[in-house]
Every structure is written in structure tokens, then in C-alpha cells.
């Protein structure tokens, strides 16, 4: 295939896209007047400067606004190239770029971000909204979840719009070129951190694989392709999905289920607490035979655990399983009806629960279109096995299967042995837990339960499956990608690029980008020479030109200096800033308090606590101006004709 392309075709080629080439072209005249102001003596010849924003969420997020609004006040934005962010600093990067000149008001942008990142709590309504909402797409992953629930919470808003719609902010030259970095989650766990294939950038006119010079038009991503080829157009993911699919990644994966399971927990916790579920309780919308008797299933066990007559739900339930393919489920209604008056709550709970066996098994042939019915009959299920105090791991993982089969005959969902998975108990339990608060609201609202059962048992699966970035593969069946080995994959899985490295150097290492100056903004939590050490064997495992590391100038992990400067013959230059230093934190412990204080998982900040962030990751700045422009000046000196 030809470099040139359509947004309907792929691109195979190392070259940038055409995109890049302008907005980059026309930023080289800010650039250029930016480093003469500041005395650099260059031409056409200047560098190309890359800043680096590492993962780090929340913090990272503020901490990477403060950097760039004191390169603005010490006049070395301009000079940048590149904006290149992971994990929590995409989400500055993104909420940026809806300015089309934001590196022209930064200050003003600041004020209004510190006051909409210490605002109070986001609206549960909302969060329900979102994630209700994308629970009925084919894609849904554990990335919907986390958008919805955790990212929309950190950052107080949902961004609808898209990042095809940053082309405006980037192609004028006011503003850095922006490259938002993931990876991709089969193929880090099959070839490992430093296979250069595993890279996925995003920029505003393109998206794809670097390493394996494989891109795709942004606008495109996500549509069906075949062959190289779309075959359906999907709509472009909105900023808010993809702030939740860069910034994914808190701990490890049992730290995260841990944490997802919590969150969720929560959620549903908050929403009986503010009684807000009424909003969810809707009536059964679909009006097939068998939405119809689902509900009136559920709402039989409401009524007989609540001790109220049931003969009217009787009469309409018999009424619904009157056919052919209902016939063995009528008969069971019949007979259980029949006696029903005559049995305790404990007689007639053994007795739904066949019926419900009998009526599942119908369903499952049936097949439900809307994708509830099955949902509430599991959900039924759990809570009837869970209050009569049976083991909840084993009947949690027999629900599973039954749903995940559903799954992969009805979607996309990642077909892997759920055999495999490590964490049942904890799984289980947590949603036994959150069964018992959506059976508490159904109570009180029914309809509640319609409404979020397809979430629960999705969430579920995707959990037990550890699905993210749900994402139609653009390389699907393209002959001439064979050798990228995703070519017979439907799906590729987009994570937080922190999983590999916590700062997206490979993307900026591109020899097309042809970057000779590296500003590396490190807001890792714990080790801050961890991203410039595993880029280094990164570089070294792929051959790419990058300065020794000695790891005797890297060792004092727990008292690092405010600066260090790597660079080597033929080699970029970098200059690696970690976050929390001596410079900015001087006193006794105070590097280890300020880590504490701002540690990775937290969702939110006091107004007095972002002033004091955005403070400290200013002075790495200002109090490394000098050495930027000397190391500018360096570069330019060696670019010179001799």
C-alpha cells in the first residue's frame, strides 16, 4: 500500500503523516523567534525540542500544567516542538487543547482549572448516565467504567469532544505538536516492554503503531476495517473515553481490581445514600415475549419476598409464557402457582429458583436482543444464592461463564479462559456486595434493577477477563501487515502507556521527528529515575540512539537533585527533571511528605494544595532556565556547518 491514504484506508510507512508535517513546518517560524529572543543564535537549522509529561494522575496532571505555565514565564514555551504526554498528563494535555490558543493564555487556563479541579463531588446521575449508556455498546470495556467513574470524578467535567477537533489547535504553530501515548495490552503481555510494537501514539491527524509503521486516520479509529479497508464507519471516541484509556493504570492488576471493585462499590453506595436510584427505575422497554416475562419474574420474587399477594403477577406471567417455546417454563409456573399459597417464604424460594432454572434455559436458546433479560435472571440468581447464605465464589463463576458466553456470541468481548483468572474471591464478594445495594434499591424503585443489570454482569466479565481499550483493529486481515502479527485479530486493547514506560520517549525517539533535545518532566510516583533507566534498556534493545545512563549519577533515588543532563555523541540530549527534589524540597523529609501528600490514587485536591503542586513543579522551571538555554545553545553550536 502507497503512504498516501484516505480516511477510509490505512497508512503503512515510518514517515510522518502529512498532518505533522504541516503543523510542525509552521510551527518552526514560533520556534525559531522564540530561541532568537532568548539568544540563540540559529537559522532553519534550530533543534527540535520535545517535552515530556510523564504518568502520574491527578498530580501528574497538575504538576505538568504548572511546568508549562513557567516555561511561558521564563519564554522557553515557544522553543518546544513537541508536547508528549502519559497517563495523567494527557488529561492536561487535552483539556488544553480545546483552546486553539492555549499556550497563549496558559495563566488564565490555570486559574480556571485550579478552580474547576478543587470543586466539590460530580453528579452521580451523571457517572450512571455515562456508563449505563456505554454498557449497551459492543465495545464495552473496564475503560468505559473507569471514564465514567474515576476520571470524570478527578476532573469534574466529561469531555464530548474529539481529538480530530485538536487539528485546529495544532496546525497554526501557536501551540506544541501533541502526541498522547497508550499501548497495546496483548501485544506488551506476549512480547513484553521493550518490543517497539507495543507503542500506540495519538495525534490529531493520525493514530497507530510507530514501531510498526501502521497509522490510521484519527477520525477513523474505531471504525470496522478489512483488508485495509473500512467497512463500517464508527464514530470517533470523545475526549472523555480516551482521557479514561491514556490514564488507566494506578497499580497492579490486583491492586486495580481491588481498587475498580471499590470504586463501583461506592457508587452504588452513594447513589442509595443520596436515594438518587429512583432516576434509573424505568419501566421494562422492550416489548418482546420474553423482556415481559423477565420482569414480571422479578417482580414476582419482589412481591413474594415482601410478603404480598402475587396472584395478579401469576395471572400476567402465565399469560406471556403461553406458546411453544415457553411451554416447559408455563407448565412450571403452573404448578408452582398452584401451591404457592400453601408454602412458607423458604417452600416457595426453592420453587422459584427451579422456575427460574427452566425459564433461563428457554432464554439462553431464545436469545435476547435488548441484552437485560439474561442480566436480571443471573442477577435473581446471585441474590437468591447469596441470601441463603451459600458460597459465593463457586456460584459467581457458574454466572460468569453463563454470561460470558452470551458475551462472545453477541459481541466482542475477549474471549480468554475465565478458568485463568487469579482473583475470583475478590471479584465474587465485591459484587455480591453491590448485587445487595442495587436489591435494596429495586425495592423502593422498581425498575431500578432493569436498568443496571446488563452493567453489573458486563462489568463482571470484563473484569474477569481484564478487557480495556476495547478497539475494531485497523490492521484486520491487511495482507500487506502480516508482519506486525495482529493482522487476524478483530481487536486490539489500548492501555495507559505507564504500564511500559511512564514517559512516552519511544513516541518522541521517532527518527522522523528528528528531536534533539529532550525536557523530561518526571511525576512518577516512587523511583524517578525508573522511566530514563527503562528507556535506556529500551533503546539499547532496539538500537536507538540514546545518551548513557550511569547509574551511579541515577542512585539516590530517595534525595534526587532538580536536574540531570544526559547526552552522548550522535544522541539526544535529555534533560530529566524529577518532580519532588532537593532544589524545590529542601528541608529534612520533606521529598517524602510532599510523595505521601499526593499519591497517585488520590481523586482530588484542596484549592491551597493544587497552589502548592503547581508551586514546586514551577521551580523546576525557574530554577533550571539557564541550563535549558545552555544545553539549546549547545545543540545548535554542534548543528552548525563546520
Same mark, same amino acid.
Given at each position: 500500500?502507497?503512504?498516501?491514504?484516505?480516511?477510509?484506508?490505512?497508512?503503512?510507512?515510518?514517515?510522518?503523516?502529512?498532518?505533522?508535517?504541516?503543523?510542525?513546518?509552521?510551527?518552526?517560524?514560533?520556534?525559531?523567534?522564540?530561541?532568537?529572543?532568548?539568544?540563540?543564535?540559529?537559522?532553519?537549522?534550530?533543534?527540535?525540542?520535545?517535552?515530556?509529561?510523564?504518568?502520574?494522575?491527578?498530580?501528574?496532571?497538575?504538576?505538568?500544567?504548572?511546568?508549562?505555565?513557567?516555561?511561558?514565564?521564563?519564554?522557553?514555551?515557544?522553543?518546544?516542538?513537541?508536547?508528549?504526554?502519559?497517563?495523567?498528563?494527557?488529561?492536561?494535555?487535552?483539556?488544553?487543547?480545546?483552546?486553539?490558543?492555549?499556550?497563549?493564555?496558559?495563566?488564565?487556563?490555570?486559574?480556571?482549572?485550579?478552580?474547576?479541579?478543587?470543586?466539590?463531588?460530580?453528579?452521580?446521575?451523571?457517572?450512571?448516565?455515562?456508563?449505563?449508556?456505554?454498557?449497551?455498546?459492543?465495545?464495552?470495556?473496564?475503560?468505559?467504567?473507569?471514564?465514567?467513574?474515576?476520571?470524570?470524578?478527578?476532573?469534574?467535567?466529561?469531555?464530548?469532544?474529539?481529538?480530530?477537533?485538536?487539528?485546529?489547535?495544532?496546525?497554526?504553530?501557536?501551540?506544541?505538536?501533541?502526541?498522547?501515548?497508550?499501548?497495546?495490552?496483548?501485544?506488551?503481555?506476549?512480547?513484553?516492554?521493550?518490543?517497539?510494537?507495543?507503542?500506540?501514539?495519538?495525534?490529531?491527524?493520525?493514530?497507530?503503531?510507530?514501531?510498526?509503521?501502521?497509522?490510521?486516520?484519527?477520525?477513523?479509529?474505531?471504525?470496522?476495517?478489512?483488508?485495509?479497508?473500512?467497512?463500517?464507519?464508527?464514530?470517533?471516541?470523545?475526549?472523555?473515553?480516551?482521557?479514561?484509556?491514556?490514564?488507566?493504570?494506578?497499580?497492579?492488576?490486583?491492586?486495580?481490581?481491588?481498587?475498580?471493585?471499590?470504586?463501583?462499590?461506592?457508587?452504588?453506595?452513594?447513589?442509595?445514600?443520596?436515594?438518587?436510584?429512583?432516576?434509573?427505575?424505568?419501566?421494562?422497554?422492550?416489548?418482546?415475549?420474553?423482556?415481559?416475562?423477565?420482569?414480571?419474574?422479578?417482580?414476582?420474587?419482589?412481591?413474594?419476598?415482601?410478603?404480598?399477594?402475587?396472584?395478579?403477577?401469576?395471572?400476567?406471567?402465565?399469560?406471556?409464557?403461553?406458546?411453544?417455546? %415457553?411451554?416447559?417454563? #408455563? +407448565?412450571?409456573? /403452573?404448578? =408452582?402457582?398452584? &401451591?404457592?399459597?400453601?408454602?412458607?417464604? !423458604?417452600?416457595?424460594?426453592?420453587?422459584?429458583?427451579?422456575?427460574?432454572?427452566?425459564?433461563?434455559?428457554?432464554?439462553?436458546?431464545?436469545?435476547?436482543?435488548?441484552?437485560?433479560?439474561?442480566?436480571?435472571?443471573?442477577?435473581?440468581?446471585?441474590?437468591?444464592?447469596?441470601?441463603?447464605?451459600?458460597?459465593?465464589?463457586?456460584?459467581?463463576?457458574?454466572?460468569?461463564?453463563?454470561?460470558?458466553?452470551?458475551?462472545?456470541?453477541?459481541?466482542?468481548?475477549?474471549?480468554?479462559?475465565?478458568?485463568?483468572?487469579?482473583?475470583?474471591?475478590?471479584?465474587?464478594?465485591?459484587?455480591?456486595?453491590?448485587?445487595?445495594?442495587?436489591?435494596?434499591?429495586?425495592?423502593?424503585?422498581?425498575?431500578?434493577?432493569?436498568?443496571?443489570?446488563?452493567?453489573?454482569?458486563?462489568?463482571?466479565?470484563?473484569?474477569?477477563?481484564?478487557?480495556?481499550? %476495547?478497539?475494531?483493529? #485497523? +490492521?484486520?486481515? /491487511?495482507? =500487506?501487515?502480516? &508482519?506486525?502479527?495482529?493482522?487476524?485479530? !478483530?481487536?486490539?486493547?489500548?492501555?495507559?502507556?505507564?504500564?511500559?514506560?511512564?514517559?512516552?520517549?519511544?513516541?518522541?525517539?521517532?527518527?522522523?521527528?528528528?528531536?534533539?533535545?529532550?525536557?523530561?518532566?518526571?511525576?512518577?510516583?516512587?523511583?524517578?529515575?525508573?522511566?530514563?533507566?527503562?528507556?535506556?534498556?529500551?533503546?539499547?534493545?532496539?538500537?536507538?540512539?540514546?545518551?548513557?545512563?550511569?547509574?551511579?549519577?541515577?542512585?539516590?533515588?530517595?534525595?534526587?537533585?532538580?536536574?540531570?543532563?544526559?547526552?552522548?555523541?550522535?544522541?539526544?540530549?535529555?534533560?530529566?527533571?524529577?518532580?519532588?527534589?532537593?532544589?524545590?524540597?529542601?528541608?529534612?523529609?520533606?521529598?517524602?511528605?510532599?510523595?505521601?501528600?499526593?499519591?497517585?490514587?488520590?481523586?482530588?485536591?484542596?484549592?491551597?494544595?493544587?497552589?502548592?503542586?503547581?508551586?514546586?513543579?514551577?521551580?523546576?522551571? /525557574?530554577?533550571?532556565?539557564?541550563?535549558?538555554?545552555?544545553?539549546?545553545? !549547545?545543540?545548535?553550536?554542534?548543528?552548525?556547518?563546520?
Amino acid at each position: 500500500m502507497s503512504e498516501s491514504r484516505t480516511d477510509e484506508t490505512i497508512r503503512l510507512s515510518q514517515e510522518l503523516s502529512a498532518g505533522e508535517k504541516e503543523a510542525t513546518g509552521t510551527r518552526k517560524g514560533k520556534v525559531l523567534k522564540c530561541l532568537q529572543s532568548q539568544g540563540v543564535a540559529c537559522d532553519e537549522t534550530m533543534p527540535n525540542i520535545a517535552v515530556l509529561g510523564s504518568g502520574g494522575g491527578l498530580r501528574a496532571m497538575i504538576a505538568l500544567l504548572g511546568t508549562l505555565v513557567e516555561m511561558k514565564k521564563q519564554r522557553l514555551l515557544d522553543a518546544a516542538m513537541y508536547l508528549c504526554g502519559v497517563s495523567g498528563s494527557t488529561w492536561c494535555m487535552s483539556t488544553l487543547y480545546h483552546e486553539k490558543d492555549w499556550a497563549e493564555k496558559i495563566e488564565d487556563l490555570e486559574r480556571r482549572l485550579r478552580d474547576q479541579l478543587s470543586e466539590t463531588s460530580c453528579d452521580i446521575i451523571e457517572e450512571f448516565n455515562l456508563v449505563i449508556q456505554a454498557a449497551e455498546d459492543e465495545l464495552f470495556s473496564l475503560t468505559d467504567v473507569w471514564d465514567a467513574f474515576f476520571v470524570y470524578s478527578v476532573l469534574k467535567l466529561h469531555d464530548w469532544t474529539k481529538l480530530s477537533e485538536q487539528t485546529d489547535a495544532s496546525k497554526k504553530g501557536t501551540n506544541p505538536y501533541p502526541i498522547y501515548a497508550a499501548i497495546e495490552y496483548s501485544k506488551l503481555s506476549k512480547e513484553g516492554k521493550t518490543n517497539p510494537g507495543t507503542w500506540f501514539e495519538f495525534t490529531p491527524h493520525e493514530s497507530g503503531f510507530p514501531g510498526l509503521g501502521a497509522f490510521v486516520s484519527t477520525k477513523a479509529l474505531g471504525s470496522k476495517f478489512q483488508g485495509g479497508t473500512s467497512t463500517e464507519q464508527r464514530e470517533e471516541r470523545h475526549i472523555g473515553y480516551l482521557q479514561g484509556l491514556w490514564g488507566s493504570a494506578p497499580g497492579s492488576m490486583k491492586e486495580n481490581i481491588r481498587f475498580l471493585i471499590d470504586l463501583i462499590k461506592e457508587k452504588f453506595k452513594r447513589l442509595r445514600r443520596e436515594r438518587r436510584y429512583a432516576h434509573f427505575a424505568a419501566a421494562i422497554h422492550c416489548s418482546s415475549d420474553h423482556c415481559r416475562r423477565t420482569g414480571l419474574f422479578l417482580e414476582l420474587y419482589m412481591q413474594g419476598s415482601a410478603g404480598k399477594d402475587c396472584e395478579e403477577v401469576f395471572r400476567k406471567l402465565k399469560e406471556v409464557l403461553q406458546g411453544e417455546k %415457553s411451554k416447559i417454563s #408455563f +407448565l412450571k409456573c /403452573s404448578e =408452582v402457582h398452584v &401451591a404457592w399459597s400453601s408454602k412458607t417464604w !423458604e417452600e416457595r424460594k426453592a420453587a422459584f429458583a427451579e422456575l427460574i432454572m427452566v425459564f433461563k434455559t428457554e432464554l439462553q436458546a431464545i436469545h435476547c436482543c435488548c441484552g437485560h433479560c439474561l442480566g436480571i435472571i443471573l442477577f435473581l440468581e446471585l441474590h437468591m444464592q447469596g441470601s441463603a447464605g451459600k458460597e459465593c465464589e463457586a456460584v459467581f463463576r457458574k454466572l460468569m461463564e453463563i454470561q460470558r458466553e452470551e458475551d462472545i456470541r453477541n459481541s466482542y468481548l475477549r474471549s480468554c479462559d475465565m478458568a485463568l483468572f487469579p482473583y475470583w474471591k475478590i471479584v465474587a464478594e465485591g459484587f455480591w456486595e453491590i448485587a445487595k445495594f442495587i436489591w435494596e434499591c429495586e425495592r423502593e424503585a422498581a425498575g431500578f434493577a432493569w436498568s443496571v443489570a446488563k452493567l453489573l454482569w458486563k462489568m463482571a466479565v470484563c473484569l474477569c477477563t481484564w478487557t480495556w481499550g %476495547s478497539t475494531h483493529n #485497523f +490492521l484486520y486481515q /491487511s495482507g =500487506v501487515a502480516q &508482519a506486525t502479527c495482529l493482522t487476524n485479530k !478483530e481487536l486490539i486493547y489500548l492501555i495507559d502507556a505507564g504500564l511500559a514506560i511512564n514517559s512516552a520517549y519511544p513516541l518522541v525517539l521517532r527518527s522522523a521527528r528528528n528531536v534533539k533535545l529532550i525536557l523530561s518532566f518526571d511525576f512518577s510516583s516512587g523511583d524517578p529515575f525508573e522511566t530514563i533507566r527503562s528507556t535506556s534498556e529500551y533503546c539499547q534493545a532496539n538500537q536507538i540512539p540514546f545518551p548513557l545512563v550511569d547509574p551511579q549519577v541515577i542512585k539516590d533515588k530517595d534525595k534526587p537533585s532538580g536536574c540531570y543532563i544526559f547526552k552522548g555523541k550522535d544522541t539526544p540530549t535529555v534533560m530529566h527533571f524529577p518532580l519532588f527534589n532537593t532544589e524545590n524540597c529542601p528541608e529534612a523529609n520533606e521529598i517524602q511528605l510532599f510523595r505521601s501528600k499526593f499519591a497517585t490514587i488520590n481523586m482530588s485536591y484542596a484549592k491551597k494544595d493544587i497552589e502548592e503542586l503547581l508551586t514546586k513543579a514551577k521551580k523546576n522551571v /525557574s530554577n533550571n532556565q539557564e541550563k535549558i538555554l545552555k544545553e539549546i545553545n !549547545e545543540i545548535v553550536s554542534s548543528l552548525a556547518p563546520k
